[in-house]
């Protein structure tokens, strides 16, 4: 009988660690013996550049701009503890929908047969999600992953873009679209950071699931094209990724998030100023303010 595969989409705003996060998840499941298959869906095209040592991978749109028979070898590489590595690529600059790629790129495989034929127990999709237009809703839309986590500093851009993700969910889960399995928090520094968080999350009706500080344990990995899994597996980081990797893999807690609409999300971060502001001005101590 052939096996389940897990299709899980990772989704936050540009910049926010959303390929950093899930090139360590998709490198700590590997190590655990898993299969995995981690496809970019960010036309940056760089999702998995430290699961490959930063080596040179076409994308899948524009191998498919150059020839109508794309194999997978052509869009693929296998990386770090065997993951397969693919970048779904983008439009050309300036033209088109940059979503565009995404959907090219899982009916390639599809076509291909990759997800069975490469026996995988996870399917990573590293979705960039400052806008979660047409393009971009498609891994959580058209039944392609059933499950999507959103990485998230405090930083109200962050939980804008986190909120707009969950609207998006709730309008699309009824007719089979993905559920929210939850926040990874990412780079959290301020005092305040980990509970704005953890209130934006019960606010929506979710979930934190981890809590990935910010290290310069992630920046000199990067800087060897490396996961911290890989550069520095004895690392404390190491186990963070370790330890949020095995949660989201047995996670079966999925829900559909109450999204704040704009007037309450705008109230809730005022909120919070006022907070930040009396704790950061001395006049109420930490657990007070918050
Ligand atoms: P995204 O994929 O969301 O655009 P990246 O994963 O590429 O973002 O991360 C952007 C930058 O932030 C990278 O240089 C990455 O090394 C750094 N970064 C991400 N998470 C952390 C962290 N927890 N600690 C230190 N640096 C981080
Ligand atoms: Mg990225």
């Known amino acids: 009988m052939a096996k389940k595969t897990k299709h899980i989409a990772i989704y936050g705003k540009g910049g926010i660690g959303k390929s950093t996060t899930t090139s360590n998840i998709s490198a700590a499941l590997a190590e655990a013996g898993y299969r995995v298959i981690q496809i970019g869906c960010d036309p940056k095209s760089d999702s998995t550049n430290t699961l490959r ?27 770090f503890g065997g993951v397969l590595c693919i970048e779904a690529g983008g439009p050309v600059p300036g033209v088109g929908c940059a979503g565009r790629g995404i959907n090219a790129a899982v009916s390639l495989l599809q076509e291909l047969n990759v997800f069975e034929k490469y026996e995988a127990d996870y399917v990573l999709y590293d979705v960039l999600g400052d806008v979660v237009c047409g393009g971009f809703a498609v891994p959580i839309r058209d039944g392609i992953t059933d499950r999507a986590y959103v990485v998230s500093s405090s930083d109200f851009m962050a939980i804008y873009a986190a909120n707009n993700l969950f609207k998006a969910i709730n309008k699309y889960a009824p007719s089979g679209g993905a559920k929210l399995g939850g926040v990874i928090a990412n780079g959290l520094t301020a005092t305040y950071s980990e509970s704005l968080v953890n209130d934006f999350a019960s606010r929506t009706g979710t979930k934190v699931v981890g809590y990935v500080p910010r290290s310069l344990v992630v920046s000199q990995s990067e800087l060897y094209g490396k996961t911290v899994i890989e550069a520095n597996p004895e690392s404390e980081h190491a186990d963070i990724y370790r330890n949020l990797a095995k949660f989201i893999a047995n996670d079966e807690d999925l ?6 609409n704009v007037t309450e999300l705008r109230d809730w971060a005022r909120n919070w100023g006022d907070k930040i502001f009396k704790l950061e001005s001395g006049e109420v101590s930490g657990a007070e303010a918050i």
């Open 255 to 260: 829900n559909v998030p109450n999204p704040l």
């Open 53 to 79: 040592g930063g080596n040179y991978l076409p994308t899948v749109l524009d191998s498919l701009r150059e020839s109508n028979h794309v194999k997978l070898e052509d869009i693929s590489v296998v990386g």
